[in-house]
């Protein structure tokens, strides 16, 4: 089943350009992971300090593949050091959806072109 990721970075004064490149370092090499279907970044209006990432992926099982890889561990400590508290992950599955959305989630191909 299809899943979404929710990632919870609060960062310190002075670290939201660099954690925002970083951020997109990560995403182009996780768009070639196995199971990858998309991810966005948001940032907090009430406290620009707070940035989510929304990550979906075919499977939990593809998610902690890519979670328990070296680059991403390595990403992670680099962040670490940019942020004024713990990372949050929380995995969340979908309650309800449209006959077949499942289906149709998880069995979407991309392919990724370099620019």
Known sequence: ????????RKVKPGKEKELNETVKELRS????AQGYISGETLCSIEDPS???????????EDWNHWADSPERKAFQQKTDAMLEEP???TPYQYE??????????????FS????
């Not at 090499?29 to 070639?32: K, N, R, Y």
């Not at 309800?96 to 191909?109: H, K």
Request: cysteine-free.
């Open 112 to 115: 990724v072109q370099d620019e």
């Open 50 to 60: 707070v940035h989510v990432v929304i990550s979906t992926w075919k499977s939990l």
């Open 29 to 32: 090499m996780a768009i070639h």
């Open 1 to 8: 089943m299809a899943v979404k990721i929710l990632i919870q």
């Open 87 to 89: 990372t949050k992950i």
């Open 96 to 109: 309800s959806m449209s006959p077949n959305m499942d289906e149709i989630l998880t069995g979407l191909e």
